[in-house]
Each structure stands twice: as structure tokens, then as C-alpha cells.
């Protein structure tokens, strides 16, 4: 005859605990471990998400960068092509006959010289040195109309140091 | 106004709510380290748990609208991390969360804050096979000793519900221990 397997009724053994302990005194020490934990002030799941932030600033860094770039480039190439493109107008709308086509080869010394004494802006030799490149100035030289000694006289005077000999 | 009122008007006031709240951690710290502990069985982790669970109640209270009692919702809250807590062991560890369970149960006999007798460990090991909710509806009533009103507000599910599956789990269990 097979032995009856005995009935554990779980509920008459009332165990009050699972039979877990902890360490001695664990209790008391609970409340300043959890404001420690508050007061460092490191957000719920700061660092899952850390990764996205250092993308999403990256991005933007990048976009800065760009926009920095742009402006530079803007500066540098059509700053000097303006300043062209105004001076061939302001001469042409103002001391040329409006029927003629307006060149720069076209223009008379004393045109430029008047706009020069008018426009602050590009009057520093610097400014105007950028403008031109070394075939413009050799082309200058060669058809230039100056007497050597009015060419002496201007070297005399001028401030070497304001010249763009780098050009 | 009563005392349960009173204390939430001062934990959600910037100006009380530290002291308050010293107090409410107080008032439920060991229930809750008990119920945390039922679930994930180690005490170790059992702390971490309950820290997680404070700290989350610490910067919600402020969104606590006392639709249900403080301490349905702290439970609800202790309830949570403990699972997540379970979840994130069973990814790290590339296993299910049921095998975690299984291998918390089976490292009980060597683990120096457990002093359980045979049937306790033999309980822990026949509770794990349970599933998660029949696991959390017998801890609360079985150890908690919650009414079931407390435990449906907790778990969110109907008085009727909680009393079929403690009745399923209660059976399962001593089919287990009768057998092994």
C-alpha cells in the first residue's frame, strides 16, 4: 500500500514572515541614506538619457560652427566685390553721361579720386589695396599718365606701412 | 483634517516638506522594506529598492492628488521599482525574469539574512513559479496581511479578481510542498 502523501495547508502554518532578517539596527539608518541620495541632486534616470544630451549639444555646436563660417566667407569674398560694384555705380550715376555703359576702364582718374574724398569707407590704401589683385596694379603702372617727378613727391609723402605690398 | 491629510499638505509645502517627510518614511519604511523584500529576496537589493522607491515618492508627492490613500500609492510605487528592478537583473543577467526569480529562490540557504526552516525555503522556491501577479497578491496577504480593498487599490484589479487568484496561488503552493 502506497504511503499518503501529507497535506501541507499553508494557511494553518500562518507563518508571519517569509523567514527574511535583516541587518542589525537596518532601520534606523534609512531616512539619512534616502536624503543623501535627494540632495545629490542627480536626476531619476540621469544617466539613461545622457547620451542623447551630449548628441543633441554636439548638433548644435556643429550648427554654430556653420553659421560662423558663413559669415566669414560672406566677409572675405564679397565684402571687396561690393565695394567694386559700388564704386563703378556711384561714379557712373553720378558723373557719367547715364546713356554710357559704365567700365571700369572707362572711368577718368579724377572720378575715382572724387569718390575716393567721398566715401570714407574704402579711402584707407589697405582697404583699397584688397581690391586689387598684382595684374590690376601692374596694368596701372603701365598705362599710367604721372610725371616721375609727381610720382616722387607722392612716395615722399605716403606711409609705406599703409600699403597692401602682400597682395 | 486628519493626520494623513496633514501630512500630505505639508510634504507637498516646500517649506515643511523635508521634516514631513522624514516623518512619512518613518511611518512606512519597514512595511515597505518587508513588501519590497518579498519580491526581489535579497536584502541587498531589497535596500536599493526601497531608497529608489523613497526618492521617487520624494519628487512626485507634489503630483499626489490623494485619489487613492498615501499608502496605497507609496505601495504602488515600492510595487513598481521592485519589477523594474527585476527586469533590468534579467537583462543584465540575458535571462528571463521568472530564471531570476528561480535562482534568488534557489541561493536563499546560503544567503546570511535569511533564516527561514525548510517549508519558508520551500515556499520562497514554490512562489517564484507563480505568476508575477498571483506572486504579489499572495505576498500581500499571506505576509502583508492587507485587506483586499488595500491590495485591489494597489494592484488596480477588482476585490473579486484578488480573491480567486490568492485562492489559485494558496493552492498551488501547498500542491508544490506536498510534492517536493
Known amino acids: 500500500m502506497k504511503n499518503a502523501k501529507k497535506h501541507i495547508d499553508i494557511e494553518a502554518l500562518n507563518y508571519k514572515n517569509a523567514g527574511f532578517s535583516t541587518p542589525k539596527n537596518y532601520f534606523e539608518g534609512i531616512e539619512t541614506k534616502v536624503f543623501a541620495k535627494i540632495n545629490s541632486d542627480i536626476p531619476d534616470n540621469y544617466f539613461d538619457s545622457i547620451e542623447d544630451k551630449v548628441f543633441a549639444k554636439l548638433a548644435s555646436e556643429k550648427q554654430t560652427v556653420k553659421v560662423i563660417s558663413f559669415k566669414s566667407r560672406i566677409v572675405k569674398r564679397f565684402i571687396p566685390i561690393l565695394a567694386a560694384a559700388s564704386l563703378v555705380l556711384f561714379i557712373g550715376l553720378n558723373f557719367l553721361n547715364k546713356s554710357e555703359t559704365t567700365t571700369f576702364d572707362s572711368l577718368e582718374i579724377s572720378d575715382i579720386s572724387t569718390w575716393l574724398d567721398s566715401e570714407n569707407n574704402i579711402t584707407h590704401t589697405y582697404a583699397l589695396g584688397a581690391l586689387l589683385d598684382t595684374d590690376d596694379i601692374t596694368t596701372l603702372s603701365n598705362t599710367s599718365t604721372l610725371e616721375d617727378i609727381q610720382l616722387l613727391n607722392y612716395l615722399d609723402n605716403i606711409n609705406l606701412e599703409d600699403l597692401n605690398l602682400n597682395n | ?180
Open chain 2, 1 to 180: 483634517m486628519d493626520s494623513e491629510k496633514q501630512l500630505i499638505t505639508q510634504l507637498q509645502n516646500t517649506q515643511t516638506q523635508d521634516k514631513a517627510f522624514r516623518t512619512l518614511m518613518g511611518l512606512y519604511k519597514e512595511r515597505l522594506y518587508w513588501h519590497i523584500r518579498n519580491i526581489v529576496k535579497s536584502h541587498n537589493d531589497a535596500d536599493d529598492v526601497l531608497q529608489n522607491a523613497f526618492i521617487k515618492v520624494y519628487r512626485n508627492i507634489s503630483n499626489f492628488k490623494g485619489d487613492s490613500k498615501l499608502y496605497s500609492w507609496m505601495y504602488r510605487i515600492a510595487t513598481n521599482e521592485s519589477i523594474t528592478h527585476l527586469n533590468k537583473k534579467a537583462k543584465q543577467q540575458q535571462v528571463s525574469v521568472e530564471d531570476v526569480q528561480i535562482q534568488l529562490a534557489a541561493s536563499l540557504h546560503a544567503d546570511n539574512y535569511f533564516s527561514g526552516d525548510e517549508i519558508q525555503e520551500k515556499l520562497q522556491k514554490a512562489l517564484v513559479l507563480l505568476p508575477t501577479k498571483q506572486q504579489l497578491v499572495f505576498n500581500m496577504k499571506y505576509f502583508d496581511n492587507m485587506k483586499y480593498d488595500d491590495i485591489s487599490d494597489v494592484l488596480g484589479t477588482s476585490v473579486g479578481a484578488l480573491k480567486a487568484s490568492y485562492h489559485h496561488a494558496v493552492k498551488k503552493i501547498e500542491h508544490y510542498l506536498t510534492n517536493s
